[in-house]
């Protein structure tokens, strides 16, 4: 897989992109980008764990000026009006969106979306509604584990102590707490988060340190409530992206609807519009389930969105290509004609294996 992925990326894309030979299907509906945001200048890339999704202000341009010169940028609206069946789409019709709110939508992404005259749906989470910007619980959790030299958390819940000593065991108990944190209401797990803080030996003001950097600011934080209004006045359309961002999959059915119907009522009461799209948490198979599109059907979404293209749920489980640190155009090229969805089948089906 380490040599496949740098022969696609660096020499088959590339060369049927200069060939022009890469093309959507016809009949499969318009293409769906995702980004996560640009990384503002002068933060230092920590890892891809957490900044591998954000890519610079020269990739979003090099992408927002192919997009514009090849395919058919679509507004939202446009985008809804399909998904109900009323307009037909260009074959080459091609959605703009961005998850999770950080500060840099507005800051670094924003201006340039503006500079080239496109449209974007922006999926914010119902904690862009407070005063105060804040980091994500997530985000918060990889900061703490990876700041300290060795962990050690007592938990309630487990017999023994989750422990990490080095880079790589800390990497994985942050993914098994996103894991088991997710199951939580809000409000419960920041009192879990805070405990664990003080377990790991983090201060109180930990934020400081970043709030008062503006490349740190602007990375980590999230859209406050002014700055998600500044954002849907500048034209952004936004959607909901629950009010916490927990992997739906592993929270009761319950306290699953509260966190998709009621982060869309916050946004509409925080921008004064209607909120009709949802962009599932993480989006991954493994992050939502068939009960959570029932779900977001019932909270009176219009379509609802994953984060990968490997998925073919219709309105309420719609793919999109997920687009990363260094993915040039060649390479935004192969996944939007398709080829690259073609190739990873292939590949799974004769290895078992995904391609990077």
Not at 120 to 125: K, N, P, Q, S
């Amino acid at each position: 897989m380490r040599i496949v992925s740098p022969l696609l990326k660096h020499v088959l894309y590339p060369t049927l992109s200069r060939a022009g030979v890469l093309r959507r299907p016809s009949g499969s509906g318009p293409a769906v980008l995702t980004y996560h945001g640009i990384l503002p200048a002068g933060y230092p890339r920590r890892d891809a764990a957490i900044d591998g999704h954000l890519i610079s202000s020269d990739e979003f341009r090099s992408h927002l000026r192919f997009l514009k010169s090849r395919w058919d940028v679509i507004a939202p609206e446009q985008f809804r009006l399909w998904c109900d069946g009323q307009v037909k789409l260009p074959s080459r019709a091609v959605l703009l969106t961005c998850d999770d709110g950080l500060l840099n939508t507005v800051t670094d992404m924003l201006p340039i979306i503006r500079d080239f005259d496109l449209p974007c749906l922006f999926f914010v989470t119902g904690a862009s509604t407070s005063e105060q910007g804040a980091v994500l619980w997530y985000e918060r959790l990889y900061l703490w584990l990876t700041q300290a030299p060795a962990v050690s958390i007592r938990m309630p819940w487990r017999a023994h102590a989750y422990a990490a000593k080095n880079k790589q065991e800390s990497h994985s108990l942050w993914r098994e707490l996103i894991d088991k944190l997710s199951s939580f209401e809000a409000g419960a797990r920041e009192s879990i988060l805070d405990q664990m803080r003080i377990q790991i030996g983090i201060s109180e003001d930990w934020e400081s340190e970043y709030s008062q950097n503006e490349p740190s600011r602007r990375r980590l934080f999230m859209l406050n409530r002014s700055d998600l209004r500044t954002l849907a006045d500048a034209g952004g359309t936004i959607g909901a992206h629950t009010i916490s961002h927990p992997m739906l999959s592993r929270v009761s059915d319950e306290l699953a609807f509260h966190e998709i119907s009621e982060g869309r009522t916050q946004l509409e009461n925080a921008i004064g519009r209607k909120i009709w799209a949802f962009a599932y948490p993480f989006g991954t198979p493994e992050s939502v389930s068939v009960r959570d599109e029932v779900l977001t059907q019932r909270a009176g979404f219009a379509c609802s969105f994953m984060n990968t293209e490997n998925t073919s749920g219709g309105n309420f489980m719609f793919p999109r290509i997920h687009v990363s640190d260094g993915m040039g155009v060649a390479e935004l090229e192969a996944h939007l004609s398709g080829l690259y969805r073609s190739l990873q089948s292939r590949f799974v089906a004769l290895s078992g294996r995904p391609v990077a």
